[in-house]
């Protein structure tokens, strides 16, 4: 399961940041041989580094907690080990935890800026970060945006994939490192044996595979009901911006969406994208069973070759990789709402922005827990991301090296092969305006619990996004009050 499954990956929930959706918690605490010191290197000799004017000769120790879960830990300490060999005077202090953010809520409660780390993991509860961010504790990120990465002469902003800067808060404490795409997995062995279409390009093409798998007698797509928040990235999500762009509305969804100038799931785009999936319920595409199902009994319903598709995000070879099979090959796609082949596809994407920087710490600590965040940027980090840890890369020009690509897990390589194959947009489900009034949570539990039986073809998803949309309007007319 991914770090973020806490705070719940439903519709409604509000993001002021993108957070890291990474695989199941495992591991324990422990530290890591990662200080330049304790590897016999000398610190570096005076003046200052002509990559960003930072003095040479004063020695910073950085604590940095770091939320161990399924992308272990190694990709980590490769950063921090190469950062210190790259400026010798910065060192680091790690702390590593499975529960890292029960150790983070203790020491901000306690108030003690000297105890506090000075960079730690974006594994906390979505309401601890928020309340975090309001009292002035985190530190702004944002300017990040325009740095130079540094192995390359491209700004931070022009070297991420198509729509990541887009479609996330401007407002940013976190910077976006790693990328976790969502959507269908399959095993591409079966589908080549059975001749289905491993890349349908629009709707029809889509119902007409759906109906192909179905009439061979296996389950199109077994979908974990128990977590409606799959339900919503893979169906929802991406097609009602994709369906927003094919209408012309673009830029009015997107303000609907992310603004909340009015209930979104009130528009054309959201109308659309939830019918089709009650259509889809009714042509069989999903198990009877689903409502019971966790994720990882559905997932573990795809590697059994009981079901064709599962919806999940590119943490599953990670995630399960004890249960994959030798012969398994993993294959992805999305969900097309297309009508014409030549329109782009939309990706449901989780950017990572895995380091949050204490706010209150010494100016010179701050200013190098930037430039560590920034180095993760570095090709030789990211590849190690997603080599050991399964993540997938932030990096446009990530794949145009074969050799690297050629180590990425199998998962996350599909993936990043589909959006090199198609033309994809990705998109996020960041909400730039929090709903606080109780009728915006209202909202979000309807929709959840509805959408398994809308899954099903046994509910109209209409009326509840009626009963939703109202709710979310009086959310939005309560936050307008002074």
Same mark, same amino acid.
């Given at each position: 399961?991914?770090?973020?499954?806490?705070?719940?990956?439903g519709?409604?929930?509000?993001l002021?940041?993108?957070?890291?959706?990474?695989?199941?918690?495992?591991?324990?605490?422990?530290?890591?041989?990662?200080?330049?010191?304790?590897?016999?290197?000398a610190p570096?000799?005076?003046?200052?580094?002509?990559?960003?004017g930072?003095?040479?000769?004063?020695?910073?120790?950085?604590?940095?907690?770091?939320?161990?879960?399924?992308?272990g830990?190694?990709?980590?300490?490769?950063?921090?080990q190469?950062?210190?060999?790259?400026f010798?005077?910065?060192?680091?202090?790690?702390?590593?935890s499975?529960?890292?953010?029960?150790?983070?809520?203790?020491?901000?409660?306690?108030?003690?800026? /000297?105890?506090?780390?000075?960079?730690? #993991? !974006?594994?906390?509860?979505?309401a601890?970060?928020?309340q &975090?961010?309001?009292? *002035? +504790?985190?530190?702004?990120?944002s300017?990040?945006?325009?740095?130079?990465?540094?192995?390359?002469?491209?700004?931070?902003?022009?070297?991420?994939?198509?729509?990541?800067?887009?479609?996330?808060?401007?407002?940013?404490?976190?910077?976006?490192?790693?990328?976790?795409?969502?959507?269908?997995?399959f095993?591409?062995s079966?589908?080549?044996?059975?001749?289905?279409?491993?890349?349908?390009?629009?709707?029809?093409?889509?119902?007409?595979?759906?109906?192909?798998?179905?009439?061979?007698g296996?389950i199109?797509?077994?979908?974990?009901?128990?977590?409606?928040?799959?339900?919503?990235?893979?169906?929802?999500t991406?097609?009602?911006?994709?369906l927003?762009?094919?209408?012309?509305?673009?830029?009015?969804?997107?303000?609907?969406?992310? /603004?909340?100038?009015?209930?979104?799931? #009130? !528009?054309?785009?959201?109308?659309?994208?939830?019918?089709? &999936?009650a259509?889809? *319920? +009714?042509?069989?595409a999903?198990?009877d069973?689903?409502?019971?199902?966790?994720?990882?009994?559905?997932?573990?319903?795809l590697?059994q070759?009981?079901?064709?598709?599962?919806?999940?995000?590119?943490?599953?070879?990670?995630?399960?990789?004890?249960a994959?099979p030798?012969?398994?090959r993993?294959?992805?796609?999305?969900?097309?709402?297309?009508?014409?082949?030549d329109q782009?596809?939309?990706?449901?994407?989780s950017?990572?922005?895995?380091?949050?920087?204490?706010?209150?710490?010494?100016?010179?600590n701050?200013?190098?827990?930037?430039e560590f965040?920034?180095?993760?940027?570095?090709?030789?980090?990211?590849?190690?991301?997603?080599?050991?840890?399964?993540?997938?890369?932030?990096r446009?020009?990530?794949?145009?090296?074969?050799?690297?690509?050629?180590?990425?897990?199998a998962?996350?390589?599909?993936?990043?092969?589909y959006?090199?194959?198609n033309?994809?947009?990705?998109?996020?489900?960041?909400?730039?305006v929090?709903?606080?009034?109780?009728?915006a949570?209202?909202?979000?539990?309807?929709?959840n619990?509805?959408?398994?039986?809308?899954?099903?073809?046994?509910?109209?998803?209409?009326?509840?996004m009626?009963?939703?949309?109202?709710l979310?309007?009086?959310?939005?007319?309560?936050?307008k009050?002074?």
């Amino acid at each position: 399961m991914r770090p973020n499954r806490n705070k719940r990956i439903g519709l409604l929930v509000p993001l002021l940041i993108a957070l890291l959706l990474a695989a199941c918690s495992s591991g324990g605490t422990g530290s890591a041989p990662n200080e330049a010191g304790e590897q016999g290197q000398a610190p570096a000799a005076g003046g200052t580094y002509p990559e960003n004017g930072l003095p040479k000769d004063e020695k910073v120790k950085l604590k940095i907690a770091v939320w161990e879960n399924g992308n272990g830990r190694e990709w980590v300490d490769y950063a921090m080990q190469s950062f210190s060999k790259k400026f010798p005077n910065v060192t680091f202090e790690p702390t590593y935890s499975p529960t890292i953010s029960t150790i983070i809520t203790t020491k901000a409660s306690a108030n003690d800026d /000297n105890d506090m780390f000075d960079i730690f #993991s !974006t594994g906390i509860s979505g309401a601890t970060s928020l309340q &975090l961010v309001q009292s *002035g +504790k985190l530190l702004p990120q944002s300017d990040l945006w325009d740095r130079k990465l540094y192995d390359s002469g491209k700004t931070v902003r022009e070297a991420v994939a198509d729509g990541i800067f887009e479609s996330v808060a401007k407002d940013m404490y976190a910077l976006p490192v790693t990328t976790s795409g969502f959507g269908l997995f399959f095993d591409k062995s079966l589908f080549e044996k059975k001749g289905w279409n491993q890349n349908p390009k629009t709707w029809s093409e889509f119902v007409q595979l759906i109906e192909r798998i179905r009439a061979d007698g296996v389950i199109p797509i077994t979908v974990p009901g128990k977590v409606p928040g799959y339900i919503a990235s893979a169906f929802l999500t991406g097609p009602m911006f994709q369906l927003a762009e094919m209408n012309g509305n673009a830029k009015s969804f997107d303000d609907a969406y992310r /603004n909340f100038t009015v209930p979104y799931l #009130s !528009t054309p785009e959201a109308r659309t994208a939830f019918q089709r &999936l009650a259509e889809l *319920g +009714k042509k069989g595409a999903f198990p009877d069973g689903m409502a019971a199902l966790t994720h990882t009994q559905a997932q573990m319903q795809l590697l059994q070759g009981q079901a064709a598709m599962v919806p999940t995000g590119d943490w599953v070879q990670n995630e399960m990789k004890d249960a994959v099979p030798k012969d398994f090959r993993w294959g992805f796609m999305v969900v097309p709402m297309n009508d014409k082949p030549d329109q782009p596809q939309y990706m449901r994407t989780s950017v990572s922005g895995p380091y949050f920087i204490w706010a209150a710490k010494p100016d010179l600590n701050k200013k190098w827990a930037k430039e560590f965040v920034l180095s993760l940027l570095n090709l030789d980090v990211q590849q190690m991301m997603a080599e050991k840890g399964g993540a997938g890369s932030v990096r446009k020009d990530f794949m145009d090296d074969r050799a690297r690509a050629d180590k990425v897990q199998a998962a996350p390589r599909a993936v990043m092969e589909y959006v090199k194959a198609n033309r994809v947009k990705s998109v996020t489900d960041t909400k730039n305006v929090r709903l606080t009034d109780p009728a915006a949570a209202q909202a979000d539990k309807a929709i959840n619990e509805a959408l398994p039986k809308i899954a099903l073809g046994e509910q109209d998803p209409l009326p509840v996004m009626a009963e939703a949309a109202t709710l979310l309007q009086k959310a939005i007319d309560a936050q307008k009050k002074p």
